[in-house]
């Protein structure tokens, strides 16, 4: 490394004075470090991924993943519409920490090859890699998300998984646009929102006009959203005659001729920088049915039931490295004479955080169990996972902005600046309560379910069933749900649903977390006992027990920078 003037000469920071009181870098660290998360993982079956996610764990938390993460978001994809010559390319263009980050999420599973895993626990495996790997940047983790997410909604027309699937499970990040089946590893991505309905995607206007042979479409018309746009395939909702069909669009057809895929342009994005979204046209675009014509919306939901899951994770995740950090910075930093974390009003802070990244974590590593059981043939888990992914979306997601933006405070003025990464992670959290159904409509989904599968229920009350008895406020929240249920209607759908959320959240940690936590959560988030923002745990609660589960050797007593 070369030396600055300032070092040459022995400054260490400034001329005018010396540097203190600033956190040390947080890297190396061990993203895997986490209590919950591998207490998690044990619980729900993917024990034997535990020496492979703390291997993940140590290389996201390294200083070379976190400088990848930092430079694929500064350098921002850029949308290559021609040649010199004024051909068509359609091609974006990506700063090579991106591909060394797709390079390693897809080789080490967090794409979709726990669908060739027979292994029990795979589907949770991948998850708790993606909560751990999801510490380095969140843009990245849409095409493998889509990738993972594709398979079963493909398997709807055996013919093209039969051709296609086997490359999409793959290991390799194969980036160079060629025909799908002539590469190593393949990427999928969705086309559903149009310009004039995203939700309501029964608006579609792109039409699709079947050609002589069978099963082969013709597209024409636009997407509003589709991310990554150097995808090898997508999935594509569009009207056929028998009504609104899935189809899967290649961007280069069998006889290796580019298929038609115009990308208008890249969207300018809050957050989520290093990920493009594009808009694309369709003309005369190939297209080859997914599924029966007509069943479009039931095909393209067996993708969103898994996004969606990925989407819970994701803001786990946020939560998880924004605590991370922000404990870091409260061992390190001092103000009026003792370090932050010594401070009761910040331990209250980072308390109340922990709590909720927890709840977090623990949610999403049941609802990877209930997917894991339900793929292999469990109906019960099956159940459970249709209506408790739906509450989880809904509500985790929910939970990220303002978690981040009070992780990020703990910072104080460094949080602000764009070095520390706080407000990547800030910007990113509001975009996964927006895709894969916004709040309203997760709510809605969630009240769909109850009322046309009343299996989910059942499910749902069977699970907190397993922890009646232990905590009479939990009681009492799932006496004020059954209620709750008999009385939902949309307009209070968002208070049944964070009602199922924080009670499915509580009876987790009742069982599974230590007595100090599930207490406090259930103190605050069923009893009442608790403000509007964080820090606002009762003076009863174990504030040092919660802190030291969430950051072991970030306590009292480690030792001070
Ligand atoms: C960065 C980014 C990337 C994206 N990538 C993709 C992609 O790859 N592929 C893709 O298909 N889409 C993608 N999307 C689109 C995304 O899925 C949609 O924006 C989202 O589903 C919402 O649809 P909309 O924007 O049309 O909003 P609308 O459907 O118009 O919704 C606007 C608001 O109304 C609420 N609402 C809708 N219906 C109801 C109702 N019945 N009652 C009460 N409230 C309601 C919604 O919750 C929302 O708050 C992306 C979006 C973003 C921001």
């Known amino acids: 490394m070369v030396s600055t003037p300032d070092e040459q000469q022995g400054y260490r920071g400034s001329a005018t004075h010396e540097v203190t009181n600033q956190a040390p870098p947080l890297a190396p660290y061990d993203a895997s470090d986490d209590t919950a998360l591998l207490e998690g993982l044990r619980r729900e079956g993917a024990g034997w991924a535990e020496e492979d996610l703390r291997r993940l764990g140590r290389q996201a938390g390294s200083a070379q993943v976190r400088e990848w993460a930092d430079l694929a978001n500064r350098h921002?994809?850029?949308?290559?519409?021609?040649?010199?010559?004024?051909?068509?390319?359609?091609?974006?263009?990506?700063?090579?920490?991106?591909?060394?980050?797709?390079?390693?999420?897809?080789?080490?599973?967090?794409?979709?090859?726990?669908?060739?895993?027979?292994?029990?626990?795979?589907?949770?495996?991948?998850?708790?890699?993606?909560?751990?790997?999801?510490?380095?940047?969140?843009?990245?983790?849409?095409?493998?998300?889509?990738?993972?997410?594709?398979?079963?909604?493909?398997?709807?027309?055996?013919?093209?998984?039969?051709?296609?699937?086997?490359?999409?499970?793959?290991?390799?990040?194969?980036?160079?646009l060629r025909e799908p089946t002539e590469k190593r590893g393949l990427l999928a991505g969705m086309g559903m929102t149009e310009k004039q309905g995203g939700s309501d995607v029964r608006t579609n206007t792109t039409t699709a006009t079947p050609t002589a042979e069978p099963g082969v479409y013709t597209l024409r018309g636009h997407k509003w959203f589709t991310s990554a746009p150097m995808c090898d395939v997508f999935l594509v909702l569009a009207?056929?005659?028998?009504?609104?069909?899935?189809?899967?669009?290649?961007?280069?057809?069998?006889?290796?001729?580019?298929?038609?895929?115009?990308?208008?342009?890249?969207?300018?994005?809050?957050?989520?920088?290093?990920?493009?979204?594009?808009?694309?046209?369709?003309?005369?675009?190939?297209?080859?049915?997914?599924?029966?014509?007509?069943?479009?919306?039931?095909?393209?939901?067996?993708?969103?039931?898994?996004?969606?899951?990925?989407?819970?994770?994701?803001?786990?995740?946020?939560?998880?490295?924004?605590?991370?950090?922000?404990?870091?910075?409260?061992?390190?930093?001092?103000?009026?004479?003792?370090?932050?974390?010594?401070?009761?009003?910040?331990?209250?802070?980072l308390a109340d955080l922990a709590?909720?990244?927890?709840?977090?974590?623990?949610?999403?590593?049941?609802?990877?169990?209930?997917?894991?059981?339900?793929?292999?043939?469990?109906?019960?888990?099956?159940?459970?996972?249709?209506?408790?992914?739906?509450?989880?979306?809904?509500?985790?997601?929910?939970?990220?902005?303002?978690?981040?933006?009070?992780a990020l405070e703990c910072l104080g003025g460094n949080g602000y600046v764009e070095d520390s990464g706080m407000p990547r992670h800030y910007r990113e959290a509001p975009l996964l309560s927006i895709w894969?159904?916004?709040?309203?409509?997760?709510?809605?989904?969630?009240?769909?379910?109850l009322s046309r599968e009343p299996g989910t229920a059942e499910?749902?009350?069977?699970?907190?069933?397993?922890?009646?008895?232990?905590?009479?406020?939990?009681?009492?929240?799932?006496?004020?749900?059954?209620?709750?249920?008999?009385?939902?209607?949309?307009?209070?759908?968002?208070?049944?649903?964070?009602?199922?959320a924080l009670t499915l959240q509580a009876s987790l940690l009742v069982r599974h977390a230590p007595a100090p936590v599930a207490d406090a959560f259930c103190a605050t988030r069923l009893g009442g006992d608790w403000g509007h923002a964080f820090g606002t745990l009762p003076r009863t609660a174990g504030l040092d027990t919660i802190v030291e589960r969430a950051l072991p050797g970030e306590g009292p007593g480690a030792g001070a920078g």
């Open 459 to 500: 499910a749902l009350f069977g699970e907190l069933a397993l922890a009646r008895g232990a905590d009479a406020r939990l009681d009492g929240a799932v006496t004020r749900l059954k209620t709750g249920l008999s009385e939902a209607s949309q307009t209070t759908a968002r208070r049944l649903v964070e009602q199922m």
């Open 239 to 349: 009207q056929a005659p028998g009504g609104l069909s899935c189809f899967l669009v290649p961007r280069v057809l069998p006889d290796g001729t580019r298929n038609t895929f115009r990308i208008q342009r890249l969207k300018d994005k809050l957050g989520n920088r290093s990920n493009a979204s594009s808009e694309p046209e369709f003309d005369g675009t190939v297209a080859w049915l997914v599924g029966p014509e007509g069943q479009g919306v039931k095909t393209i939901i067996e993708m969103v039931n898994c996004t969606r899951l990925d989407c819970v994770m994701m803001s786990a995740a946020l939560m998880r490295t924004s605590l991370v950090e922000a404990g870091h910075h409260a061992r390190h930093r001092s103000a009026f004479g003792a370090r932050l974390v010594d401070q009761p009003l910040m331990r209250n802070v």
């Open 355 to 406: 709590l909720e990244s927890e709840a977090a974590t623990t949610l999403t590593l049941r609802l990877a169990g209930a997917a894991d059981r339900a793929i292999r043939g469990d109906e019960g888990e099956a159940a459970f996972r249709r209506i408790a992914t739906a509450v989880g979306k809904y509500w985790v997601t929910k939970r990220g902005p303002a978690f981040t933006a009070e």
């Open 76 to 176: 921002e994809p850029e949308l290559r519409t021609h040649d010199r010559y004024g051909n068509r390319v359609d091609e974006v263009d990506f700063h090579p920490s991106w591909h060394h980050l797709m390079r390693t999420a897809i080789a080490e599973g967090l794409a979709a090859s726990p669908w060739a895993d027979g292994r029990p626990g795979a589907h949770v495996a991948r998850t708790a890699g993606g909560l751990v790997w999801g510490h380095t940047e969140a843009g990245h983790g849409c095409p493998t998300s889509m990738t993972y997410a594709a398979v079963p909604a493909l398997r709807t027309q055996p013919e093209l998984a039969k051709l296609y699937e086997p490359l999409l499970t793959s290991r390799e990040y194969d980036p160079v």
């Open 436 to 449: 894969e159904g916004s709040g309203n409509v997760n709510a809605l989904d969630v009240l769909r379910a």
